[in-house]
């Protein structure tokens, strides 16, 4: 299981890091105008930083943790 979710993890961080400069590129080849592309790597610099953010924050979890609440009624007892 850990194999997979590094396998997971890597795999997103090679995404993270490629794709706004594709973005770039692509804007650059297909003559896109610069109030087009400047949005859009914001809005995916934005997204793809709060993903780091929450990967890195769910790096050690393994599911057990107290707010993993099994019940639809949110009441765990204590």
Not at 19 to 34: C, D, R, T
């Amino acid at each position: 299981m850990e194999r997979q979710t590094s396998r997971r993890n890597t795999l997103l961080k090679i995404v993270e890091f490629l794709i706004i400069p594709a973005v770039i590129i692509a804007g650059i080849l297909f003559h896109l105008s610069q109030s087009l592309i400047i949005p859009l790597v914001v809005i995916l610099a934005l997204i793809l930083g709060s993903v780091a953010i929450w990967a890195h924050a769910n790096k050690g979890a393994d599911g057990s943790e107290w707010w993993q609440d099994d019940d639809a009624s949110g009441w765990r007892g204590y």
